[in-house]
T-cell receptor, first 112, second 115 residues
């Protein structure tokens, strides 16, 4: 069964600190892995997309890693800001159909 | 630039009433269109997707239906709403499925509460 699991479910950190979110997947065939940021009550916004051959990709203070062998990905946030408070969703695309399999998300709260 | 619109933003409907949610995309042609539902505390679930006018694929059997009457218009409907239809409905578009990966761009969503 194709699944995407994220941990932790929720996380609270202080402003300025770093954090790392985890994603494990069992999706076959694998096409690509995406990280989205979703503010409360809004649609998700893409942060990164990584294909099988990519093992790291950055978008500003966000850095995603991918280990296709162990089927794990992480999203590292550097020097967190209050505006980073959101849900972060790991998404894996299966095959060439463009269909996405979503994780349940990690809710991040950054406190001053 | 491309934009995606959804309306209404929020909706409260009684059980058994009909539903019509609309999604439109501007600034692109022949997009792939998607309807997702996000229940509280759960991941997004793909409901329908469309690769062209009149072409609808259903991912989850349910009392919802989708239509694509125009290239950039995608409608989600129900004849009789159930309590379990409550959730956050998101429309998304992408450029294609072959030769990707293509980004999926999400709309602002519709919060539906069935009472």
């Amino acid at each position: 069964k194709n699944q995407v699991e994220q941990s932790p479910q929720s996380l609270i950190i202080l402003e300025g600190k770093n954090c790392t979110l985890q994603c494990n997947y069992t999706v076959s065939p694998f096409s690509n892995l995406r990280w989205y940021k979703q503010d409360t009550g809004r649609g998700p916004v893409s942060l990164t997309i990584m294909t099988f051959s990519e093992n790291t990709k950055s978008n500003g203070r966000y850095t995603a890693t991918l280990d296709a062998d162990t089927k794990q990905s992480s999203l590292h946030i550097t020097a967190s800001q209050l505006s980073d408070s959101a849900s972060y969703i790991c998404v894996v695309s299966s095959g060439n159909t463009g269909k996405l399999i979503f994780g349940q998300g990690t809710t991040l709260q950054v406190k001053p | 630039s491309q934009t995606i619109h959804q309306w209404p933003a929020t909706l409260v409907q009684p059980v058994g009433s009909p539903l019509s949610l609309e999604c439109t995309v501007e600034g692109t042609s022949n997009p792939n269109l998607y309807w997702y539902r996000q229940a509280a505390g759960r991941g997004l679930q793909l409901l329908f997707y469309s690769v062209g006018i009149g072409q609808i694929s259903s991912e989850v059997p349910q009392n919802l239906s989708a239509s694509r009457p125009q290239d950039r218009q995608f409608i989600l409907s129900s004849k009789k709403l159930l309590l379990s239809d409550s959730g956050f409905y998101l429309c998304a578009w992408s450029r294609g499925t072959s030769g990707g990966p293509y980004e999926q761009y999400f709309g602002p969503g519709t919060r539906l509460t069935v009472t």
